[in-house]
């Protein structure tokens, strides 16, 4: 009679045992018997780092929780590392450490991974072992095993992302109920979906993180945090989106990356959508990423941005390809091999929504029509208001490239009829 081969035994040093550490841990163990079925290896974690290992008593044995990252480090018997501390010190030395020791490293840090990711895929490489980093974009979304093997050759021209659930429900919240920005903030607060202290979330610097990573893998060109300009929901208020709502959009913020002639341009900002676009129907705390390539048309992946237990799916899931990927392999390439020029946010062809506040007089409209067209900046609609001595002008415009909007817009705001600062919207999905 046959036998099956004695399973290979693969023993982890687990970093940080938080609400996805501990949850990792969970897997691995509950799911011990599925997991080694399907890759032909035991995997369990050898050893815990936390910061005070005495106080962590249950959710695993005591005695593997250590507060010294070089017992793990120093034990040959681990072989990969699954970073889950967070922030970019210590975890950029201990990862370093790894890599530099042979072992292959899993994280779910996107600060880590925006900012150093170029050389720890260049050190992995080098070192002949594995990085990988499922999990610090859209949780258990596995968006980057879908860029780098199965897009690998779609032509990926653009990239939409709602990659911030806080962000999410609260513009979902402001949509849905009309309430205002600091409302449906403390209501997100209120149920756990922002932080006490959001400013990471609602600045657009969490997205603009995860937009880095996306957009290095997707044109396989280095793009790190700074190179993502971002603007926040702050500003977003009731009434934009009252009104949008009157011309059939919707408001989210987006992270878009675009490659045009062998040049990149990713930004981070609050922009409307067509109700019948895919990412509209994006809810709540959801996360989802919108590809278009010359070879694919559209794909759509979306589903839970985060949570302990969703994350962690994510970074098992790294842990499991790491041990069928073990033999040198296509994953142990840079993930940017090429070094793209970057291209002015300027030149970037966009669609606007724009609300003026202007005094309730005639030939008003004629005035700022002839303005914007003196740009060769077109309208496509345009609703008029009342709203008492004053009036609003809501517009949708054509699309157009940004230098001339801006050198309109400038021109219109000087209009001694405008009332108010002109704050314009982009409007995406249309102008592809
Ligand atoms: N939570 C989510 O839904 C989510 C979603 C996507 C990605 N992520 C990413 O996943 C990672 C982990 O997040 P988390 O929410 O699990 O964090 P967390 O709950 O704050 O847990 C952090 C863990 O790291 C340990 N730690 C912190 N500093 C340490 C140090 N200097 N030395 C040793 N251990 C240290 C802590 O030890 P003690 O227990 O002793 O304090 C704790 O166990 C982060 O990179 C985060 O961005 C999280």
Redesign the pocket.
Known sequence: MATSPRPKKISLGL???????SNVYRILDEQAAEIEQATGASISIRKI????PS??RSGAPPELFT?D?EEILGDPGISIIVE????LE?AYDYITAALENGKAVV?????LISQQGSYLFRLSQEKKTQIRFE??VA?AVPVIKVLRESMAAAGIQNIYGIVNGTNNYILTEMYRTGAKYQDALARAQEWGYAEADPTEDISGKDAAAKMAILASIAFHSGVVLDDVACTGIENVSSLDIAYAKELGLTVKLLGVAKLYQNRINVRVYPALLKEDHPLASVSGAYNAVFLRGTAIDEIMLSGPG???M??ATAVVSDIVSIVAHSQPGFLEYPVAYRDLDFYPDDDVVSTFYLRLEVEDEPGVLAAIARAFGDHEVSIESVIQKGRGAHAELVMVFHPVAERSFAAALEEVSRLPEVKAPPRPIRVEGENE
Do not use: C, M, R, Y
């Open positions: 970093l940080g045992f938080g609400t996805v550490g780092l936390v910061k005070d106080l962590h507060g990252f889950l501390i967070g922030g210590p994280t779910a840090n996107k600060q999990a610090s949780g985060a949570g302990g969703e994350t």
